[in-house]
Antibody, heavy 120, light 107 residues
Framework: EVRMVESGGGLVEPGGSLRLSCQTSGFGFSATWLTWVRQAPGQGLEWVGRIKTGGATDYADPVKGRFIISRDDSKNTIFLQMSSLKSEDTAVYHC??????????????WGHGALVTVSS | DIQMTQSPSSLSASVGDRVTITCRASQSVSSHLNWYRQKPGTAPKLLIFGASNSEDGVPPRFSGSGSGTDFTLTISGLQPEDFATYYCQQTYIAPYTFGQGTKVDIK
């Protein structure tokens, strides 16, 4: 059974930093691309970024230069380091594992999410 | 970045109805289009990948079609558990953008 469990969420002041973790199990972590997707309260899904096998990353424009995704293959864990946080970063942050079928890729596995609230 | 636009933003329907949701990309994404269903307070669930391929275990009432810029999700015979929000997502080019969502509620 695949499990993806986020932790590290909480309340942080504007301009502050926070680090989320996503502990996974049940699939070949080191061979898998992983992503972070967030959802502001009452809003839709927003792609945050991805990390490929080997560590290469891509980010959405709103977080570029402020957020860093990393991975520890020895611990089957992905991280999201968030800095210079803004109120608009308030959201539930989900980690996902990308799967593929032929040339198609998709988010098959999702964590339940960690709530990050940016407020003074 | 590729922009994804869903229509309608919301709709009301009854159990047993046939429902169609459309998704348009701002440029071609070939067939790299996925559909998800999200119930309140839960993580999204993959329904369709590659525009028309059903995820394992997804009921056959869900079907997807389209390629290029225009895509459709059809639910043939709406069930109580289908009252939820649906999202399309392109995975052709990063960032893998989502549509804004379509909320399906009970008429």
């Amino acid at each position: 059974e695949v499990r993806m469990v986020e932790s590290g969420g909480g309340l942080v002041e504007p301009g502050g930093s926070l680090r989320l973790s996503c502990q996974t199990s049940g699939f070949g972590f080191s061979a898998t691309w992983l992503t972070w997707v967030r959802q502001a309260p009452g809003q839709g899904l927003e792609w945050v970024g991805r990390i490929k096998t080997g560590g290469a990353t891509d980010y959405a424009d709103p977080v570029k230069g402020r957020f860093i995704i990393s991975r520890d293959d020895s611990k089957n864990t992905i991280f999201l380091q968030m800095s210079s946080l803004k109120s608009e970063d308030t959201a539930v942050y989900h980690c996902t594992a990308l799967s593929s079928s032929g040339r198609f890729i998709f988010d098959r596995y999702w964590g339940h999410g960690a709530l990050v609230t940016v407020s003074s | 970045d590729i922009q994804m636009t869903q229509s309608p933003s919301s709709l009301s329907a009854s159990v047993g109805d046939r429902v169609t949701i459309t998704c348009r990309a701002s440029q071609s994404v070939s067939s790299h289009l996925n559909w998800y269903r999200q119930k309140p307070g839960t993580a999204p669930k993959l329904l369709i990948f590659g525009a028309s391929n059903s995820e394992d275990g997804v009921p056959p009432r869900f079907s997807g079609s389209g390629s290029g810029t225009d895509f459709t999700l059809t639910i043939s015979g709406l069930q109580p558990e289908d009252f939820a929000t649906y999202y399309c997502q392109q995975t052709y080019i990063a960032p893998y953008t989502f549509g804004q969502g379509t909320k399906v509620d009970i008429k």
